[in-house]
């Protein structure tokens, strides 16, 4: 029974597969102020949730309603527990602000001019064909062998035309001689070369190796750097990068038509689902690929097996590991030996587990741009002005000083829920902070300190919590985040209606 005299009362819930929760419902009278009233929610948030369209998503309800009867309801999923890269609640209150993808901001090729021959190409594609069928028994007058027929150029053109990307020319001219190799593996024993309708199917499809925004792939890994450096764009995927090669273990070989500075286009480079932390780089082009098999048949490296079918011993054209030192992760036995210093100059990525202190001079001059420190104590002030510093997860046993924090021009990514801090007000003044994550007490006092936030896309709760809390926390992150008619974004929808039932007017 709503209490006489009210004017709007409002509450706010979460509900998901495990419970549910709510702030509790709080009025506005005719006279005034705010006050709470009893009331118990949860079994309704609950049939709410039941009956909503996705039940492995928890499910977010702001609820506004006026003496009148006319109400106002916002629900959404844009809150679920994760549990990588540790346990907790993850809200996604602006799906499109994630950071930047790394090779977005790298340098296009400083020579465009593709490293490929289509006519070399053709030629050692013949070449190819008729040593094999030299070695099969093929009738001279076949060379095909049973291969794949041309594909007319009219269909090539109608295929390239809706990649939106060209092929590169000596790639274009292979399917002008066979339409892919139905798994013979031209381009290495576990491999099918798809026909062209399947590299377009594949590149047109959905690359779940790479799935975008926060729900997808919940936190940016680290991207490596392919070898040799600066070569390959430092994504996880690209339009430009169009796959012609299926490999038995998921991943492609795909041609690159977007190369970053010292790569050329048409180049030959690995993607997958072994490749989600970057690409590897195989080789300048097509052409040069077909070149190592092609010479391996003429040198009489190759045998036939057991099935019949022509193998070459040639080296699988599997990639290199990323440059050197980009990554690595220490702990309190090497900490403070000279490895760190000597790969200071190629480190992109550090992790320090459980050291007593660190010193982050070496780290000055280092491209160091994710850096996690579990520690004793810290002083960030080292770090102060660091160019190219990005993610930053801190665990510490005693207080630190977060000031130096604001000096770091690109940080995006920031998790102090296992760090004790000493004030959690300069956090408020990271405008380019894109992720946070804190424990429920911390979201607290920094609430308590600012009455907002930086226009972050995803924010973490962690630690052991009740649903009212995460009830709680979703509707706070809301009103210092969320810009108005934000209930309008993706994944989140707005009700309006009017109750005229016999509680109407109080």
């Known amino acids: 029974m709503a209490p006489a005299g009210w004017v709007q009362a409002t509450v706010n819930g979460y509900a998901d597969r495990r419970g549910a929760g709510f702030t509790g419902v709080s009025y506005r009278p005719d006279t005034g102020g705010e006050r709470a009233v009893q009331g118990d929610l949860v079994r309704g948030l609950r049939r709410a949730y039941t009956k909503s369209d996705d039940s492995q998503e928890g499910l977010g309800v702001e609820l506004t309603v006026d003496a009148s009867g006319r109400f106002e309801a916002v629900?959404?999923?844009?809150?679920?527990?994760?549990?990588?890269p540790k346990n907790g609640f993850l809200y996604v209150p602006d799906p499109g602000r994630v950071p930047p993808d790394l090779g977005d901001e790298q340098n296009g090729p400083a020579d465009p001019r593709p490293a490929g021959d289509p006519e070399e190409a053709v030629r050692l594609l013949r070449e190819y064909l008729e040593r094999e069928a030299e070695q099969l028994g093929?009738?001279?007058?076949?060379?095909?062998?049973g291969w794949p027929r041309p594909l007319p150029p009219a269909l090539l053109e109608e295929v390239e035309g809706g990649l939106n990307v060209a092929l590169p020319a000596d790639l274009r001219a292979l399917y002008g001689v066979v339409d892919g190799d139905e798994g013979r593996g031209i381009f290495g024993r576990l491999s099918w070369w798809l026909d062209a309708s399947g590299l377009a199917k594949v590149h047109g499809g959905v690359r779940?190796?790479?799935?975008e925004g926060w729900r997808g792939r919940q936190f940016r890994p680290f991207v490596h750097d392919a070898d040799p450096a600066g070569t390959v764009r430092r994504s996880v995927d690209r339009p430009g990068w169009i796959p012609f090669v299926m490999e038995t273990d998921g991943n492609y070989l795909a041609v690159d038509m977007d190369p970053a500075a010292g790569g050329r286009p048409g180049q030959v480079i690995r993607i997958g689902?072994?490749?989600?932390?970057g690409p590897g780089y195989i080789a300048d082009s097509v052409t040069s690929l077909l070149r190592r098999y092609v010479d391996a048949l003429a040198r009489g490296e190759h045998w036939i097996d057991e099935e019949g079918e022509l193998r070459i011993d040639v080296p699988e054209p599997y990639d290199r590991a990323g440059a050197r030192g980009q990554s690595l992760r220490m702990t309190e036995d090497d900490a403070t030996n000279t490895w760190l210093t000597r790969q200071a100059p190629?480190?992109?990525?550090?992790e320090?587990?459980?050291c007593p202190s660190a010193d982050l001079t070496v780290l000055r001059q280092a491209p160091v741009e994710t850096l996690s420190l579990d520690v004793k104590t810290i002083d960030l002030a080292l770090l102060s002005g660091h160019p190219t510093l990005r993610a930053l997860t801190l665990a510490t046993a005693h207080p630190v000083e977060l000031g130096p924090l604001r000096t770091l021009p690109r940080l995006d990514g920031l998790d102090l829920s296992r760090a004790a801090t000493?004030?959690?007000s300069p956090v408020a003044e990271l405008d380019g902070l894109v992720y946070l994550a804190l424990r429920y007490r911390q979201w607290q006092e920094l609430w308590a300190r600012t009455d907002r936030l930086p226009a972050l896309g995803a924010a973490l709760l962690t630690g052991k919590v009740s649903y009212d809390e995460v009830a709680d926390w979703t509707a706070r992150v809301n009103a210092r985040v969320l810009a108005p008619n934000a209930?309008?974004?993706?994944?989140?929808?707005?009700?309006v209606g009017r109750y005229s039932g016999p509680q109407a007017g109080g």
Do not use: M, N
Not at 487 to 495: K, L, S, T, V
């Open 346 to 350: 190629y480190l992109r990525a550090l």
């Open 422 to 424: 000493v004030d959690l």
């Open 273 to 277: 689902p072994g490749y989600h932390q």
């Open 487 to 495: 209930a309008d974004r993706q994944g989140r929808r707005r009700i």
């Open 352 to 354: 320090l587990s459980r």
């Open 75 to 84: 629900t959404g999923r844009a809150v679920g527990w994760v549990d990588y």
């Open 138 to 145: 093929f009738p001279l007058d076949d060379p095909f062998g």
């Open 208 to 211: 779940h190796w790479a799935p």
